[in-house]
């Protein structure tokens, strides 16, 4: 195989974050009139809501926090910070300087937020690549963050959650898993969208399946795998961007990737669709478990629509990082179920005067 | 230079949403008319007031009273000093006759601060905390006392319950004082069911929203205002102050301002506290009573509650506190309140008409309290 | 009643982004939240310190009577957390259940939304605290 400009850097440390509240799939059932076991039919037993106090911007925080604690370098030596989010706090004024200021990594740093749906965080982290290779900044952070929204009573609102994952990434003799080759892959593809004033996004129903999140994430991971000359069998472990708990088997499925190596990137059962923390936090929990020497294939998925695959091979440091900082399981664990009710509050679908 | 009050006037104190700070104000002012008290010789005007800023958007308050109730071209000022505004006033006026530049100080406490919902009320009394880094965070004057109540109850071993003999015995106090603004008996059934303000205080433990304006005139020993017409003398005063922020003291239970006033009252007036026949003292949420009590040094640290379990401090003993009420009944309009309670302890010192029950006693202190024992006062008042 | 104001909060961000104190160096007394002079011995001779993330509750309160800004919230938890060197105010989030709330529980800090302007003012962020499970999983970061 060539070696790729990905292969100067890697992943030097990564975190992630989920609220501590859980809705159960049986609420939602019940709200909205939904036939029992809709929700398990997506392969869901749960999901991820943040808090009135919640959002983006925090979450985005915590996760990158953890990722800085595991990367081991002091902060200011970061020259990029890239928020990737579908629900931004703002619409105009980055979350990534609000990130910056807090993490001590101001003022000598790129920011901005970007948008690609899903996979904006993975944008986020392809351009980190780019930076950190070509010796244009020592170091990146790359966050894919959101309070995803649904329409109430909208299948969507099944999977919709909150949650973030972060990355720092590095010089790969420092990293703890190192990145072989990536490629991306996007059309024009309208799928899933939300206009600028609109508080949820609409979709294709159908349409979001093959044409968008199967074609591209089925071309993406092609193209790598011609790229690299690599095949699924050389990868242990292969974590997609998961809408659901059923399609990031299925594509895996199609792809070749049989369903134990795609089981342990998947957490969408646990804590929902979190967007731009989908495939991300899939493989923050990877790093967390796997092997010196695993290869992960990553490949997220964003609305509009495209695909990236990165080949990832994890190295020795992981196992020793991993103790820096809390771990996605950590975040499993700690919950609290709550009711349809109170979910309705924390994420303000109630309407009322001063409500903001 | 000795200083006397020789006139005083109250007003009820209610949620008077039909009356302005100018109505109140002249309420108070025309009560010392009433009394007997003598206007016409009046050459300095300070009113205390906490909240006219915030809540009427009228700053310069003194210049706008002076002139809608008839004292113009006075020496007029407005003090500010959180729940300790009408001691520092009366203080203020106290040396204005000393050094000369008075002969006769009307001073008026006036507040409103029931013109906006509860949220804002909330948001109000959370200015006496730091603003940045507590009040920031939702904390209120309710919040900041509540994590006191609490550091004490366990501290010294009492239960969230023995907090209510002080909110009952200020109700029983309050029932024969006019002025009053909740005149009616609590059991501790109630106090312990009332709805919770800020874990473990209680509505029934918390203040009433109140709106008053109670006036006293301090006079210069020469002064012309004949000598028949002196009510009380105001033999010491002293205020300090100390810290803001929970986060930087020692010993939540103490206020360390409250034990320089004590050592200055010592010094000044060589006088015994425990002596002392009437006390008046800002019980601000019920848990500073003990807290106020215990550094008075009347009664050992940690047992200020269970002095008053034990039936201390009633009308009779040997001091009787807060015969009128104190915040928890008779109301605490905040800026006015200091003045209230020097008029009120003037009264009971003089013609006793401030209360049904008839109360003896030669001297009078008056404890007022801003923040959350950030400010604390003393004035001493004997009989005259 | 007041829209939040751009400088108010900017000009102190750091303060609430890290909770960052003074320490006295003539004398050694730290304090947050900073002052010009120490309040113990009156030097202006200070330096400022960013304190741990983990830290211990001395005293809270729940509060149902919230002030403007935190009606979406309430009731909020307000604790005292020794945090090391000094004690600070903040709001106490996450909190299961009150047993958790025991005077010397652990806290940890956390960066939240601390109040917002309507629809279209300004955000506030700042710290707060929630309580740290120790679900014998790895600690956290620094």
Same mark, same amino acid.
């Given at each position: ?32 009139? @939904? ?44 020259? *990029? ?56 900044? #020592? ?18 609102? @099944?999977?919709?959650? $909150? ?12 990293? *703890?898993?190192?990145? =072989? ?51 699924? /069998? ?10 659901? #708990? ?52 990553? *490949? ?28 996605? /399981? ?10 349809? %009710? ?15 | 230079?000795?200083? !006397? ?21 002249? +309420? ?33 308050? /003194? ?29 203020? *006026? ?8 008075? +002969? ?38 309710? %919040?900041? @006392? ?7 109850? $366990? ?28 005149? !009616? ?8 069911? %009332? ?27 020469? /002064? ?30 103490? !206020? ?42 009347? %009664? ?24 009128? #009420? ?59 | ?26 004398? #050694? ?17 200070? =330096? ?48 299961? $259940? ?36 120790? $679900? ?7």
């Amino acid at each position: 195989m060539s070696v790729f400009p990905e292969s100067k850097v890697g992943i030097v440390g990564w975190g992630s974050y989920f609220p501590i509240y859980r809705l159960s799939m049986e609420e939602i059932e019940k709200q909205w009139g @939904f036939p029992n076991g809709t929700g398990n039919g997506l392969g869901m037993k749960e999901k991820a809501v943040a808090y009135t106090d919640e959002d983006a911007t925090t979450m985005g925080y915590e996760a990158a926090r953890n990722a800085i604690a595991r990367s081991e370098i002091d902060p200011k030596k970061i020259g *990029a910070v890239f928020f990737g989010t579908e629900s931004k706090p703002y619409a105009v004024k980055p979350s990534a300087t609000i990130l910056a200021e807090a993490l001590g990594i101001t003022p000598d740093t790129m920011a901005s937020d970007l948008e690609f749906a899903c996979r904006a965080g993975s944008e986020g982290m392809r351009a980190s690549i780019g930076l950190v290779s070509s010796g244009m900044i #020592g170091y990146a952070l790359a966050v894919g963050s959101d309070t995803a929204q649904a329409n109430p009573g909208d299948i969507l609102e @099944f999977t919709a959650s $909150s949650g973030a994952s972060a990355f720092v990434i590095g010089p790969s003799r420092e990293a *703890a898993a190192v990145f =072989e080759a990536s490629y991306s892959y996007v059309t024009d593809t309208p799928d899933f969208w939300r206009r600028g004033l609109s508080p949820y996004p609409l979709h294709g129903e159908a349409f979001t399946g093959e044409p968008a999140y199967f074609d591209h994430i089925i071309n993406a991971v092609k193209g790598l795998l011609e790229k690299t000359g690599l095949r699924p /069998s050389d990868f242990d472990y292969a974590v997609f961007h998961q809408p659901n #708990g059923k399609f990031p088997l299925k594509v895996g499925e199609r792809l070749g990737f049989p369903k134990d190596k795609v089981i342990p990137g998947l957490l969408t059962p646990f804590v929902g669709n979190t967007y731009n923390g989908s495939a991300l936090s899939g493989l923050s929990n990877l790093l967390d478990i796997a092997k010196a020497g695993s290869r992960i294939l990553l *490949a997220p998925f964003g609305s509009g629509a495209g695909s990236d695959a990165y080949s990832i091979i994890v190295t020795d440091k992981a196992e020793v990082k991993r103790s820096l900082a809390p771990t996605v /399981s950590y975040y499993l664990k700690r919950k609290m179920n709550i009711t349809y %009710s109170e979910y309705a509050k924390f994420r303000r679908l109630i309407k009322k005067i001063g409500g903001d | 230079m000795r200083v !006397f009050i020789t006139g005083y006037g109250l007003s009820k104190i209610s949620r008077w949403f039909g009356e302005t700070l100018e109505d109140l104000a002249f +309420k108070s002012v025309k009560d010392i008319e009433n009394k007997g008290g003598e206007l016409r010789e009046i050459d300095a005007l300070i009113v205390a007031n906490s909240f006219g800023g915030i809540l009427q958007s009228q700053n310069l308050l /003194s210049s706008l009273i002076a002139e809608d109730i008839g004292f113009s071209g006075k020496l007029t000022m407005t003090v500010e000093n959180g729940g300790a505004s009408g001691a520092s006033a009366i203080l203020t *006026a106290s040396s204005l006759v000393k050094s000369g530049l008075a +002969k006769n100080v009307l001073v008026i406490g006036v507040e409103k601060m029931s013109d906006y919902i509860g949220s804002v009320f909330n948001h109000s009394i959370s200015t006496f905390m730091n603003a940045e880094h507590e009040a920031f965070y939702g904390s209120t004057l309710a %919040s900041g @006392f509540a994590i006191l109540a609490r550091s004490y109850l $366990s501290k010294y071993k009492y239960s969230e319950e023995d907090l209510g003999a002080w909110p009952i015995l200020m109700h029983e106090n309050a029932l024969d004082v006019p002025h009053a603004q909740l005149k !009616f008996k609590i059991t501790e059934e109630q106090v312990n069911s %009332s709805d919770i303000v800020s874990s473990p205080l209680r509505v029934l433990h918390s203040p009433p929203v109140s709106d008053g304006s109670a006036a006293v005139i301090v006079s210069a020993e020469d /002064s012309s205002i004949p000598k028949e017409k002196r009510l009380a003398e105001i033999k010491f005063g002293y205020l300090s102050s100390h810290l803001m922020e929970l986060s930087l003291r020692e010993n939540l239970e103490e !206020f360390y301002a409250l034990k320089c006033v004590k050592d200055a009252l010592e010094k000044g007036s060589s006088i015994d506290i425990k002596k002392v026949d009437l006390i008046e003292i800002s019980d601000d949420y019920t848990i500073s009573a003990p807290i106020i009590i215990e550094g008075l040094g009347l %009664s050992d640290k940690g047992s200020g509650l269970r002095s008053i379990l034990d039936g201390r401090y009633r009308l009779g003993d040997k001091p009787s506190i807060n015969v009128t #009420g104190g915040t928890k009944s008779r109301g605490h309009p905040f800026g006015a309140t200091g003045v209230y309670q020097v008029a009120e302890v003037t009264s009971l010192l003089s013609d006793g008409k401030v209360k049904g029950a008839r109360v003896n006693g030669e001297l009078g202190l008056v404890v007022s309290m801003g923040g959350i024992g950030t400010v604390l006062s003393g004035i001493l008042l004997e009989k005259v | 009643m007041e829209r939040l104001s751009i400088s108010k909060f900017w000009r102190i961000r750091k303060l609430h982004y890290t909770l960052a104190y003074s320490k006295c160096k003539k004398c #050694g007394y730290a304090f947050y939240p900073p002052k010009h002079v120490c309040p113990k011995c009156g030097s202006s001779d200070l =330096e400022q310190r960013t304190p741990p993330r983990e830290g211990k509750l001395i005293s809270w309160t729940k509060l149902h009577e919230v002030p403007f800004y935190f009606e979406d919230q309430k009731p909020i938890y307000i604790g005292l957390v020794n945090l090391g060197e000094v004690n600070v105010m903040a709001q106490i989030v996450d909190v299961l $259940s009150e047993d958790e709330l025991r005077e010397g529980a652990e806290m940890e800090m956390v960066f939240r939304r601390v109040k917002q302007d309507g629809t279209a003012g300004l955000i506030y962020y700042g710290m707060k605290f929630r309580p740290a499970h120790r $679900s014998g999983s790895s600690k956290q970061g620094q």
